[in-house]
């Protein structure tokens, strides 16, 4: 009879133990990661409230091959992580629901690593940028790209492709011969700002760039992406911009130009001072390429022995310049498209140097939202170019009551009665009519780097 017992005992036992062993491998199989010592491996998809534990102690993290996609808030807790060793196609988001992901909502990596490794091929997408790193170290089986001093080249080392994003001081290779500027810059967000305004914040992980060496090898930048301008602008500006240049290779293309002037803006007129010259209103880099324009002519033409334009060549220096032209003249020999340059903005031209301005050949009458009254559009805006310095303009009104303008600049405004109309802290200037009264507005006889002077956002009201 004992003996029958603890028979039964002993089989309760294996089989309770089966079970806990059963259940212990799901678990293994459901959670799909494991640690060893104070490495971190991911073997399968996470879900997006995955809890890691003992994750401070964490230094090193494995991400397996056949893995594309992961939340960033499971790997929030591993502060300490040191070394990240990823798949090249392995993209980070926001928000995971495991089935459904939305495509623009990329996360970089929470925690900054000091080496990233890519153990597959890099994809052709900028994956980099979800990393914030000193150092990249790409796979030796990479067909495409390869690692040098800690950034990315493509795999004969002749195009720069990316830094880190903790770089101070990027040195670009002897030998290589492009550079693609995305790679001074990152799209991912980060919640510290670069600016001082703790409202303003920027898409960029990359805070501590301060110097960019380039080669005399190099003699061609571009830019990766076609929306670069668009959702970048803002990283450049504080990133990027901010860094002292030293570019060696003088001799660039107009493309290659086009592509400095999305990083550095007005600064290629600094770098570039001595390959730049001024001719009237023109700027021409290299006696060919035309690079700016500060001019205020109707019809602008294009001088002699221009080949080439830098694209919105004719607005870099100043909007008002672009927006007043009726017409471009190119000359012989030119070889870009006249569309790079101009596209016609013939709207704006007939409120251009306007000795007398009639309201109601620019606005509508429109009720007013508490009874009746008069408001003007406020889209038009009047420009004055140098040549008006110091010059007198009548605004001629078309209603009884109040006509409200304001100004870049301060300006001498007076009533039909020739009294003084004072200039209100919003840089606006408010006047009682009736209609047909002109009001006039002498311009000053000198503005700060000969800028245009606008009198803009009109409104009526009708008594």
């Given amino acids: 009879m004992k003996k029958k017992i603890l028979r039964v005992c002993l089989m309760l036992v294996i089989l309770c133990g089966g079970i806990l062993l059963t259940n212990g491998s799901v678990q293994a199989k459901t959670q799909n990661y494991y640690t060893k010592g104070k490495t971190l491996v991911v073997t399968g998809q996470l879900r997006n409230g995955t809890h890691i534990k003992n994750a401070k102690k964490i230094k090193k993290i494995v991400v397996k091959d056949n893995i594309k996609i992961l939340p960033t808030k499971p790997f929030k807790g591993c ?8 798949p090249g196609k392995l993209i980070f988001v926001d928000d995971f629901l495991g089935e459904v992901y939305d495509n623009d909502n990329y996360e970089n ?188 002519q109707l019809v602008v033409t294009i001088p002699k022995g221009i080949k080439y334009a830098m694209k919105n060549s004719l607005s870099v220096m100043k909007e008002s310049s672009y927006s007043i032209i009726r017409a471009v003249k190119l000359p012989k020999g030119f070889k870009d498209k006249k569309s790079k340059i101009w596209r016609g903005h013939s709207y704006y031209s007939e409120w251009y140097n306007q000795d007398k301005i009639v309201l109601s050949n620019y606005y509508h009458s429109v009720p007013s939202s508490h009874g009746v009254g008069y408001k003007y559009n406020t889209f038009c805006t009047f420009e004055y170019c140098k040549h008006y310095y110091g010059k007198t303009i009548q605004i001629i009104s078309d209603i009884d009551g109040i006509i409200i303008f304001s100004t870049d600049v301060p300006v001498r405004v007076t009533d039909k009665n020739n009294n003084i109309v004072e200039r209100d802290l919003d840089g606006s200037y408010t006047v009682y009519v009736n209609k047909g009264d002109a009001i006039n507005v002498q311009l000053p006889d000198k503005v700060k780097d000969d800028e245009f002077i606008c009198l803009k956002d009109f409104n009526g009201i009708e008594n």
């Fill in 109 to 296: 990596f929470p925690i900054t690593v000091k080496t990233v490794k890519f153990t597959t091929q890099l994809s052709d997408k900028p994956m980099y940028k979800f990393y914030l790193t000193h150092k990249f170290i790409v796979s030796k089986k990479d067909k495409k790209y390869r690692s040098y001093k800690g950034s990315i080249y493509t795999k004969n080392g002749k195009k720069f492709v990316a830094m880190p994003s903790e770089c101070k001081i990027l040195k670009i290779r002897k030998g290589c011969k492009i550079v693609n500027v995305v790679g001074f810059s990152y799209e991912s967000y980060n919640e510290e700002s670069c600016s001082d305004d703790p409202d303003y914040y920027i898409f960029t992980c990359c805070k501590k760039l301060k110097k960019v060496i380039i080669p005399s090898t190099v003699k061609s930048y571009y830019t990766s992406d076609s929306n670069f301008k668009d959702y970048m602008r803002e990283a450049i500006n504080d990133v990027a911009y901010r860094a002292k240049y030293v570019i060696k290779n003088k001799n660039i293309s107009c493309e290659g130009m086009e592509a400095l002037y999305e990083v550095l803006e007005d600064r290629i007129f600094k770098i570039f001072k001595k390959q730049i010259k001024k001719q009237g209103d023109f700027y021409i880099y290299n006696n060919n390429i035309l690079v700016g324009y500060d001019g205020c």
């Fill in 79 to 86: 502060i300490n992580v040191k070394t990240l060793e990823v």
